[in-house]
């Protein structure tokens, strides 16, 4: 631990602060103890400080601290019981207890310990008021080492009040087991140095909510000027309104800096919750937990603590095995319940994660049926990701037995809707047998949002940008063939997939003015289903101040808030998960899978959407390979392909890359030479051809493939028809109306194990 503040460990840093505001109340308390000695409350006000000292003390390995505080809470313990009446002696000797602890944090303040300091004196002094004998004669100062401060000499020396010593004998420095600083050329430095309490101040949540208030008022009016700066030709009021703008940019990131605390301040009783958790249900689990630094608005801080710790009691109970059902799994008998938070695109990401048993779709499925919350086909239609968001409707509980800890089938629903309240959304992703994580995005703060503003008829109306994808544009010659029809539902073809479509002058009833033939698209998420919203102009982007609708509003499903813009006209802040449920967006993407799947023949088996990249090979022909198998797209110069026996490789990485030809085979040279094989045909150009290589990854070797172009990324069912099945292929399905094979990855890949790999390796070497 380093002897500076600066280097000071963080928890030691608290603990300092928080116990010097705690001696100073003692003082004060001590002093209306002597005019009231029998007041209960102030007794039991000192003995509570006290024995918090002590107690972190000895977490902290302070042990003359612990020492010194020990016997000063026995002494306290006896005034509070009644067995000891409050005298001035015994004032006097606790006085000197808290003198000496005082002394004790400024020693560990300045060298990071407490070992230096001799308590003994203080000690006995207060053992002798327990014990009832006499108390030692008190020196003037019973703890000091330097005694250069001590001024008892009825004629001191001059150097006592030596000018160069003053900076020293601050309350702080003066602490009689800190030796002195020598005087010398540096006392600028010395008067730099701030101590644990100068250096932090306590405000009051309170305050702090009236500043952000107070700052989100001059945002209103900065937009306002920054309008009026728009529409004049006067330099001097464009230019001091982009100071004005500059100036409460920076004053609303400070403000809010103010507002924010770390992770830490929501986790810190996590491993109680879950040692008590996992002792009741019988389980071993280990919390390990990342990104403790990472911050968040207070406020939504306090809003999350409850549906998260939701979720990690169910990570315990429902997630993770009993110790011998793990190990019959093969699985380490203690389970892992895995914390993360970090910043992602203006949001913070909670991460809960369990190495437990996951879940099961058809287990969701059928309870889900029995409980009547989705009929037989509707769970036919729905996806594997759908079927496991119904643990989110109310009522669901999969649980055997009601206990009390689960089993009511009240809390996962619950925990969406605190969740979605503040702006926030969540995800959940399973693999049966390996585990679950459930994703949780919150925004930053909720005073001051980022937003998309749109006009819908006459008026405006802004989309928080943290459920904002993308925006599609649709000119009037293609927005009639960019709306398709699906089970009777209006749907946009984008890059392949289905997206529903809602209408926002349907939804809330206002007129289309201007809009013409042509669309806007704003492509928005709320939480798994993402569908398109049809509006008349996109206006701007803009940093917004949420205000709270009226009570007589709150009820709207259609709208979060309010904001003021900077013509002084109200623009209300759109609800996109109410906008979701209004239009029934679920129901909706539920549909356009089933009536999908019946076109394609594929009835009502059950089947998971897959993410392909489409390429085009060199013959022309389309084929796909699972996105989650690539592991980047290179473009390469033509010349850096060689060969290796019969392989082509390109150095990639520091390793040698084989490259395969999805036509079948290893990978030519498409007419071009490469040096040492022959010369390549005369070029006009001095442009070297390129290729482009999509590095796919199996097991642990890298596998580069050989393609002319790519054309799209695709979410389909990974519904196969055999006929295509052959040598590298899986088998062949319909993507955008071209019939595209689907590689068998490790086919292509298996000619390059590891065996493989040393041949081709050596047989590199040798050449």
């Given at each position: 631990?380093s002897g500076?503040?600066?280097?000071?460990?963080?928890?030691?840093?608290?603990?300092?602060?928080e116990?010097?505001?705690?001696?100073?109340?003692l003082?004060?308390d001590?002093?209306?103890?002597?005019?009231?000695?029998g007041?209960r409350?102030?007794?039991?006000?000192?003995?509570?400080?006290?024995h918090?000292i002590?107690?972190?003390?000895?977490?902290?390995?302070?042990?003359?601290?612990e020492?010194?505080?020990?016997?000063?809470?026995?002494?306290?313990a006896?005034?509070?019981?009644?067995?000891?009446?409050l005298?001035?002696?015994?004032t006097?000797?606790?006085?000197?207890m808290?003198?000496?602890?005082?002394?004790l944090?400024?020693?560990?303040?300045a060298?990071?310990g407490?070992a230096?300091g001799?308590?003994d004196?203080?000690?006995?002094a207060?053992?002798?008021?327990?014990?009832g004998?006499?108390?030692?004669?008190?020196?003037?100062?019973?703890v000091?080492?330097?005694?250069?401060?001590?001024?008892?000499?009825?004629?001191?020396?001059?150097?006592?009040v030596?000018?160069?010593?003053?900076?020293v004998v601050?309350p702080v420095?003066?602490?009689?087991?800190v030796?002195?600083?020598?005087?010398?050329?540096?006392?600028a430095?010395?008067?730099?140095?701030?101590?644990?309490?100068?250096?932090?101040i306590r405000?009051?949540?309170?305050v702090?909510?009236?500043?952000?208030?107070?700052?989100?008022?001059?945002?209103?009016?900065?937009?306002?000027?920054?309008?009026?700066?728009a529409?004049?030709?006067?330099?001097?009021?464009?230019?001091s309104?982009?100071?004005?703008?500059?100036?409460?940019?920076?004053?609303?990131?400070?403000?809010?800096k103010?507002?924010?605390?770390?992770m830490?301040y929501?986790?810190?009783?996590?491993?109680?919750?879950?040692r008590?958790l996992?002792?009741q249900?019988?389980?071993?689990?280990?919390?390990?937990?990342?990104?403790?630094?990472?911050?968040?608005?207070?406020?939504?801080?306090?809003?999350?603590?409850?549906?998260l710790?939701h979720l990690v009691r169910?990570a315990?109970?429902?997630?993770?095995?009993?110790?011998?059902?793990?190990?019959?799994?093969?699985?380490?008998?203690r389970?892992?319940?895995t914390?993360?938070?970090y910043h992602e695109s203006?949001?913070?990401?909670?991460?809960?994660?369990?190495?437990?048993?996951?879940?099961?779709?058809?287990?969701i499925?059928r309870k889900a049926?029995?409980?009547g919350?989705?009929?037989?086909?509707?769970?036919?239609a729905?996806?594997?990701?759908q079927?496991?968001?119904?643990?989110?409707?109310p009522?669901?509980?999969t649980?055997?037995?009601?206990t009390?800890?689960?089993?009511r089938?009240?809390?996962?629903?619950v925990?969406?809707?605190?969740i979605?309240?503040i702006?926030?959304?969540?995800d959940?992703?399973?693999?049966?047998?390996?585990?679950?994580?459930?994703?949780?995005?919150?925004?930053?703060?909720?005073?001051?949002?980022?937003?998309?503003?749109v006009?819908?008829g006459?008026?405006?109306?802004?989309?928080p940008?943290?459920?904002?994808?993308?925006?599609?544009?649709?000119?009037?010659?293609?927005?009639?063939?960019?709306?398709?029809?699906?089970?009777?539902?209006?749907?946009?073809?984008?890059?392949?997939?289905?997206?529903?479509?809602?209408?926002?002058?349907?939804q809330?009833g206002?007129?289309?003015?201007g809009?013409?033939?042509a669309?806007?698209?704003?492509?928005?998420?709320?939480?798994?289903d993402?569908?398109?919203?049809?509006?008349?102009?996109?206006?701007?982007?803009?940093?917004?101040?949420?205000?709270?609708?009226?009570?007589?509003?709150?009820?709207?499903?259609a709208?979060?808030g309010?904001?003021?813009m900077?013509?002084?006209?109200?623009?209300?802040i759109?609800?996109?998960?109410?906008?979701?449920a209004?239009?029934?967006v679920a129901?909706?993407?539920?549909?356009?899978?089933?009536t999908?799947?019946?076109?394609a023949?594929?009835?009502?088996?059950?089947?998971d959407l897959?993410s392909?990249?489409?390429?085009?090979?060199?013959?022309?022909?389309?084929?796909?390979?699972?996105l989650?198998?690539?592991?980047r797209l290179?473009?390469?110069?033509?010349?850096?392909?060689?060969?290796v026996?019969?392989t082509?490789?390109?150095?990639?990485?520091?390793?040698?890359?084989?490259?395969?030809e999805?036509?079948g085979?290893?990978?030519s040279?498409?007419?071009y030479?490469v040096?040492g094989?022959?010369?390549?045909?005369?070029?006009?150009?001095?442009?070297?051809?390129?290729?482009?290589?999509?590095?796919?990854?199996?097991?642990?070797r890298?596998?580069?493939?050989?393609?002319a172009?790519?054309?799209?990324?695709?979410?389909?069912?990974?519904?196969?028809?055999?006929?295509?099945?052959r040598?590298?292929?899986l088998g062949?399905l319909?993507v955008?109306?071209?019939?595209?094979?689907v590689?068998?990855?490790?086919?292509?890949?298996?000619?390059f194990?590891?065996d493989?790999?040393?041949?081709?390796?050596?047989?590199?070497?040798?050449?």
């Amino acid at each position: 631990m380093s002897g500076s503040s600066d280097g000071m460990d963080e928890i030691v840093q608290e603990f300092l602060v928080e116990s010097h505001e705690n001696l100073d109340q003692l003082d004060r308390d001590f002093v209306e103890l002597e005019r009231s000695p029998g007041s209960r409350d102030l007794l039991a006000s000192v003995f509570r400080t006290i024995h918090t000292i002590k107690g972190t003390s000895g977490f902290l390995s302070f042990g003359n601290l612990e020492k010194v505080t020990h016997v000063g809470e026995n002494l306290l313990a006896q005034l509070r019981d009644g067995d000891r009446v409050l005298d001035a002696a015994t004032t006097d000797v606790l006085l000197r207890m808290v003198d000496a602890v005082r002394e004790l944090l400024a020693l560990i303040e300045a060298t990071g310990g407490d070992a230096d300091g001799d308590v003994d004196g203080v000690v006995d002094a207060v053992k002798a008021v327990l014990d009832g004998t006499s108390a030692p004669a008190v020196e003037p100062e019973p703890v000091a080492i330097d005694p250069e401060p001590v001024a008892i000499d009825p004629e001191p020396e001059p150097v006592a009040v030596e000018p160069e010593r003053e900076p020293v004998v601050a309350p702080v420095a003066t602490a009689g087991s800190v030796p002195a600083e020598p005087a010398g050329d540096e006392p600028a430095t010395e008067q730099k140095k701030r101590s644990a309490v100068d250096g932090s101040i306590r405000v009051d949540v309170d305050v702090l909510e009236n500043l952000m208030q107070l700052v989100g008022e001059l945002v209103l009016s900065r937009n306002q000027i920054l309008q009026l700066a728009a529409e004049s030709a006067e330099a001097d009021l464009v230019r001091s309104a982009h100071r004005l703008d500059l100036i409460s940019s920076s004053l609303q990131e400070a403000v809010m800096k103010t507002r924010m605390q770390p992770m830490d301040y929501l986790w810190a009783k996590l491993p109680r919750v879950v040692r008590d958790l996992s002792a009741q249900c019988g389980k071993e689990v280990d919390l390990v937990m990342h990104g403790r630094e990472t911050e968040l608005d207070r406020t939504l801080l306090d809003a999350v603590k409850d549906p998260l710790t939701h979720l990690v009691r169910n990570a315990v109970d429902h997630g993770i095995e009993r110790p011998g059902a793990r190990e019959q799994a093969g699985k380490p008998r203690r389970g892992t319940l895995t914390l993360r938070a970090y910043h992602e695109s203006g949001q913070v990401v909670m991460e809960i994660g369990d190495d437990g048993k996951g879940l099961d779709p058809d287990a969701i499925g059928r309870k889900a049926v029995d409980k009547g919350l989705v009929s037989a086909g509707e769970l036919a239609a729905m996806s594997r990701r759908q079927v496991l968001d119904l643990i989110f409707r109310p009522g669901f509980s999969t649980a055997e037995a009601v206990t009390n800890v689960s089993g009511r089938g009240v809390g996962m629903d619950v925990v969406r809707t605190n969740i979605e309240k503040i702006g926030g959304s969540v995800d959940l992703t399973s693999t049966p047998g390996h585990g679950t994580v459930c994703r949780v995005t919150i925004p930053l703060t909720l005073a001051i949002i980022p937003a998309l503003i749109v006009r819908q008829g006459a008026e405006r109306y802004a989309i928080p940008q943290a459920n904002l994808l993308e925006l599609v544009r649709m000119n009037p010659e293609d927005a009639t063939k960019g709306v398709e029809y699906v089970a009777g539902v209006p749907v946009h073809r984008l890059r392949g997939r289905l997206l529903p479509l809602l209408d926002l002058g349907g939804q809330l009833g206002v007129e289309s003015v201007g809009r013409g033939d042509a669309a806007t698209i704003a492509v928005l998420r709320s939480d798994t289903d993402e569908f398109g919203l049809v509006v008349d102009e996109v206006v701007e982007t803009q940093e917004i101040v949420v205000k709270p609708l009226g009570a007589a509003l709150t009820s709207l499903q259609a709208f979060a808030g309010a904001a003021v813009m900077g013509d002084g006209r109200i623009a209300l802040i759109l609800d996109v998960p109410g906008l979701a449920a209004a239009g029934n967006v679920a129901s909706t993407s539920a549909s356009i899978t089933s009536t999908l799947r019946e076109e394609a023949g594929l009835g009502g088996a059950d089947s998971d959407l897959r993410s392909l990249l489409v390429v085009r090979t060199e013959g022309a022909r389309n084929v796909a390979v699972p996105l989650e198998k690539v592991a980047r797209l290179e473009e390469v110069e033509v010349t850096a392909l060689e060969h290796v026996g019969s392989t082509t490789v390109i150095q990639y990485r520091g390793d040698l890359l084989p490259i395969v030809e999805p036509d079948g085979g290893y990978s030519s040279y498409g007419g071009y030479g490469v040096p040492g094989q022959g010369e390549a045909p005369a070029q006009e150009s001095l442009v070297v051809p390129t290729v482009t290589i999509v590095v796919y990854q199996h097991g642990a070797r890298l596998v580069g493939l050989r393609v002319a172009e790519i054309v799209d990324i695709v979410e389909v069912p990974l519904v196969l028809s055999p006929i295509g099945a052959r040598a590298g292929s899986l088998g062949s399905l319909v993507v955008n109306g071209n019939i595209t094979d689907v590689l068998d990855v490790a086919a292509l890949a298996a000619p390059f194990a590891a065996d493989e790999a040393d041949a081709y390796l050596e047989d590199s070497r040798a050449r």
